[in-house]
């Protein structure tokens, strides 16, 4: 039976329809809904005791129903976000926000190496090359070693190739998909270049989001590293008594870099080996801050 004034619907028979109904055919009424009490009766009202046996079955149907739909909803989001890590934008480079600047030296400033393009292996890790001795990466116009250089890892970006995996406890994770030696340039931390003034925006917009999975490094009293919202692979490094990989300062064409580099030996990750996901340690140019559930890195100049 249905109501004509609204769309209210009950069962027919005495067992469904609520006390106060008023039934003006077999298949119509007019609900409580609409009820007026009498004038001068403020207690008068409806009051429904009445309970349906079919509505109470349909409703324990329709829980159960829900619960399954529910269930099988989070399991599909659970699923979906094991399979790959939370959206980020990848970028190459750092990106400078708003007064922020990424600092250039003229040609005239680079630092010349001694080193010599019939070496072995000039400018090479295993070379006494001044520059990288100091940590400055050569310059392409600078070095004597001309194109035979080997001091232009962030320049060039010569990453070893890694690839990312879920680990046990630890969220996402890197590993190396070929072997890495000690002391090998790894991957530069990149992300939004920010002044102290967003960091702190950006922490308390963390908290009030409870966003936990945000790391930030300064690498001098201007300028802070943003992974979170946009950053390369090596956002994905995480921390470890046991680690084995470190981050240094570098000088690039006149700015300050931050370089990840291999304290031991590192083994490939396969499917015959243990995967050994990469990690970082603190360095001693480096000072841990812990702000509640954020931790932000800085560097010490």
């Known amino acids: 039976m249905r109501c ?62 829900f619960r399954e739909i529910k269930l099988q909803r989070e399991a599909k989001e659970t699923q979906e976000s094991e399979r790959k890590p939370p959206p980020y934008k990848h970028i190459k480079v750092n990106k400078p926000c708003g007064k922020v600047q990424i600092y250039t030296a003229d040609i005239s400033e680079i630092p010349k190496c001694n080193c010599k393009p019939t070496d072995e292996n000039p400018c090479g890790f295993d070379s006494e090359c001044l520059n990288r001795m100091l940590m400055y990466e050569c310059h392409p116009q600078v070095c004597p070693a001309g194109e035979r250089c080997q001091n232009q890892c962030f320049t060039k970006r010569q990453y070893p190739e890694t690839k ?3 680990t046990d406890g630890k969220g996402w994770g890197l590993v190396a998909k070929r072997d890495i030696k000690k002391g090998e340039f790894v991957n530069e931390y990149v992300g939004e270049l920010i002044d102290e003034e967003e960091c702190m925006a950006r922490i308390k917009y963390a908290h009030e989001n409870d966003i936990t999975h945000f790391y930030m490094l300064t690498i001098d009293k201007d300028r802070i590293i943003d992974a979170g919202p946009k950053g390369n692979y090596s956002r994905f490094m995480n921390h470890s008594c046991q680690p084995n990989c470190e981050t240094l300062k570098w000088t690039v064409n006149g700015d300050t ?19 050994e996901p990469l990690s970082l340690y603190e360095h001693r140019s480096l000072t841990f801050l812990l702000l509640s559930r954020v931790l932000v890195l800085r560097a010490q100049v």
């Open 4 to 65: 004509v004034r609204c769309p209210v619907a009950y069962h027919a028979g005495d067992v469904c329809i609520a006390a106060g109904c008023a039934v003006i055919a077999s298949n119509s009424i007019v609900c409580t809904n609409h009820f007026t009490a009498t004038k001068g009766k403020s207690h008068h009202a409806h009051v429904n005791v009445s309970w349906c046996f079919v509505c109470s079955k349909a409703l324990q149907e329709a829980e159960a129903r």
């Open 164 to 166: 990312i995996i879920k």
């Open 257 to 275: 870099r931050v370089g990840l580099f291999a304290v031991c030996d590192i083994p490939a990750g396969s499917s015959d080996t243990e995967l």
